[in-house]
């Protein structure tokens, strides 16, 4: 069986990453690989990285290049392996990458993603708009989702090997709704599975105004894209 990768992105926020990272650590089952890319942190983030020795492999950027860009890179380093793509402000509980691996081989699905604790209920993915804004499902298993989260998402080689790799003119956001589009557009099922649930501390790395306009530049290149309406 080969490892698992897990992808895990840092941008300053220390903290958090150290919660994710001890997180993973503690209630991760065998099989899987921890791979960082840092995309040039200044806090100090890089120091604790490197304290980590082979607990982690550590990638080290000159710039921030972003999500799928960064997390392009890692998938290229490890053409067999399937991916899980992960932000550093997740808090994963026991056993959750062996329960992810389950649903997904028991119901051939090219790519699962967890449920998000919030404070309604729990966040099992979000449709789009005709302006291509997302609304998050709270709950509902009635509703498809367009898309699930990429904060964490857990995708096979094999739906790698036909999509391809993430859209890189996506700096941030929208880079999971993209993909997501594809695989649904290829026959490629996708699901959440709520018996695996997370925190997610939403955007830690950016502020309001950044996040905003991140969003907006996205959104915009993914209506062009898709011809949304």
């Not at 490892?3 to 209630?27: D, G, H, M, P």
């Not at 991760?28 to 120091?47: F, L």
């Not at 700096?171 to 993909?179: A, E, K, S, T």
Request: with cysteine; net charge negative.
């Amino acid at each position: 069986m080969n490892e698992v990768i897990i992808s895990i992105l840092t941008f300053n926020k220390l903290s958090y990453t150290q919660k994710c990272l001890e997180a993973l650590f503690e209630r991760t089952t065998p099989y899987h690989r921890i791979v960082v890319s840092d995309n040039a942190s200044t806090d100090g983030t890089i120091k604790y990285l490197e304290s980590l020795g082979n607990k982690i492999n550590l990638i080290k950027n000159s710039e921030n290049l972003g999500f799928a860009k960064a997390h392009n890179a890692v998938i290229d380093m490890y053409p067999k392996h399937d991916i899980v793509l992960m932000n550093n402000d997740i808090e994963v509980p026991f056993d959750w990458l062996e329960k992810l691996t389950d649903f997904m081989k028991k119901g051939g699905y090219g790519a699962v993603s967890p449920a998000i604790v919030v404070p309604n209920g729990l966040d099992v993915g979000a449709v789009l708009d005709s302006n291509a804004r997302g609304k998050s499902i709270i709950s509902d298993a009635n509703v498809e989702p367009h898309w699930v989260t990429g904060s964490l998402l857990y995708i096979s080689r094999q739906t790698i090997d036909l999509i391809g790799l993430m859209d890189a003119n996506y700096h941030f956001y929208y880079d999971d709704v993209d993909y997501c589009i594809r695989m649904t557009r290829a026959g490629i099922v996708f699901k959440c599975d709520w018996d695996v649930q997370i925190i997610h501390h939403n955007s830690v790395s950016s502020n309001p105004a950044q996040k905003k306009e991140m969003m907006e530049t996205s959104r915009q290149y993914f209506i062009k894209k898709f011809s949304w309406k």
